[in-house]
Nanobody, 126 residues
Framework: VQLQASGGGLVQTGGSLRLSCAAS????????VAWFRHAPMKARDVVAAINWAGTNTYYADSVKGRFTIGRDNAKNSVYLRMNSLKPEDTAVYYC????????????????????WGQGTQVTVSS
């Protein structure tokens, strides 16, 4: 599975961006997907995750109410809508995917995800 992340850029505080993650397989609808971010001098952390059907989502506390994760299985893609951006949101954002295990719970640990996109830079200026 190959993942292509896009949509990053430079935005001012309070602005919005929409990241997209496109997959190379038609079976993407059977994958859980998460967005992680890696800021300088920090560990890579999960931002949001979504189950295969789009019916269950997870958000890090730092982005709740500002970010929305969603998916379009017909287009083999997942998006991350980011509103009210802050300078502390500056990071390289990665999408990651893993085949669903049908457990009903979302995986949010980095080492649980098997496939990774190349990352897209998000910079929020103050």
């Amino acid at each position: 599975v190959q993942l292509q992340a896009s949509g990053g850029g430079l935005v001012q505080t309070g602005g919005s961006l929409r990241l997209s993650c496109a997959a190379s397989v038609d079976t993407f609808r059977f994958y859980e997907v998460a967005w992680f971010r890696h800021a300088p001098m920090k560990a890579r952390d999960v931002v949001a995750a979504i189950n295969w059907a789009g019916t269950n989502t997870y958000y890090a506390d730092s982005v709740k109410g500002r970010f929305t994760i969603g998916r379009d299985n017909a287009k083999n893609s997942v998006y991350l809508r980011m509103n009210s951006l802050k300078p502390e949101d500056t990071a390289v954002y990665y999408c990651a995917a893993v085949r669903t295990n049908w457990s009903g719970s979302l995986r949010i640990a980095e080492n649980e995800y098997a496939y990774w996109g190349q990352g897209t830079q998000v910079t929020v200026s103050s």
